[in-house]
C-alpha cells in the first residue's frame, strides 16, 4: 500500500473550495430521478444527462472529484471521449460507487445492510485501471421505533472498514458513508445520539481493520432533525451539533470529511456547510459529496434536453458549495 499516494489523493478529494459530485446513482435510483421530470430511463439518457453535468464549463473549480455509477466509468460521452479522460482532462478525480446496495438485515426488521464485499479486490483491480482514484460505499443507518439495533450498527460499520481496507490495498481512496438517515420524525437530539453510536463503531472497525486514516474521506449525516419532526432545528444549531459530534469520534489524521446531502433542500446542505466553515478552523477539511443537493436544480433545468440550462443551475449550485467549503458563502 502507497501510504503517501493514499494520502495525497485524499487531500486533493477536499482541496481549498472544492467537494465531490455524487452523480453514482445506480440504474434504479436514477430512474425515480429522471420520473420526477418525465424522461426515460434509457442507457442513452442517462449517457446524455451525465454528458451535460461533466461538461459544465468551470465546473471544475469547485469540484475535485465525481463519484460515478459503474456503467458510467465504462461510457464514452457525447464526443466520443470515455467519460473517466473527459474528467480527468479538467483536473477532476473519477471516482466509483462499489457497494451494491443496501439489503434487508436478517432478523432485523426496518433495518439494512450494505452488500458487495464478494468479488470486490478483483472488481477494484479493474476500477483502478479504468481510472478511478477513490470509492464510495454507503451504508444506511435507520431511526425508527427501537432502532437502530447495535446489531444493524456494527454489522455495517465491519462492512464498511472491510471495503475500505480492500480499497486502500488498491490505491484506492475509500469514502467511508455511515448515513444516518434523516426522513423519520425524530428530534435532532435523537439523531445526534445515533449518529454517535455509528462514528464510535465505525472507526473502531476502522482502526481494527488497520484502515490508513491519513488515506480516507469521511462521508457522514449532518446531525439535524428528522424530515417528519414538528420542531426543526435551525442552522446555528445543526452546524454546532454537527461539529460537536464528529469532533467526539473523527481522528484529526482523517484529512477531510465531505457531508452527504440526504434529503435537505439545496439551500440548506449549502447554509449548514458554510456554517460550519465559519466555526473553524476544525482539524479536518470540511467540504460537499452531494448528490441530489447539487442535481435537483440541474436535472429540472435540463428537463431530458436542454444541456445549457442544465450546466447552468449545476455550476451554480457547484459554486455556492465551493463558497460554502470555504466559510465563505452568503445566502
Ligand atoms: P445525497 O447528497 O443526495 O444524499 O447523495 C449523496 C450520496 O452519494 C449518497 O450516497
Redesign the pocket.
Known sequence: MNEKTLNQIALAMVADGKGLL?A?ESTGTIEKRFKSINVENTEANRQAYRDMLFTTAGFEQYTSGV?LFEETLFQKALDGTPFSKLLQSKGVIPGI?VDKGAKDLVGAPGELVTEGLDGLRERLAKYHEAGARFA?W?AVITIGNGIPSDYCIHTNAHALARYAALCQEAGIVPIV?P?VLMDADNSLEVCEEVTNRTLAAVFQELNLQRVLLEGMVL?PNMVISGKKCPVQADRKTVAAATLRTLKRHVPSAVPGIAF????QSDED?TAHLDEMNKLGPNPWKLTF??????QAAALKAWGGNNADAGRKAHLHRAKMNGLAALGQWSA
Open positions: 455524487a453514482d463519484i460507487k464510495k454507503r458513508e448515513e462521508k452527504l446531502s440526504g434529503g446542505a459529496s452531494y448528490g441530489r443537493a447539487l
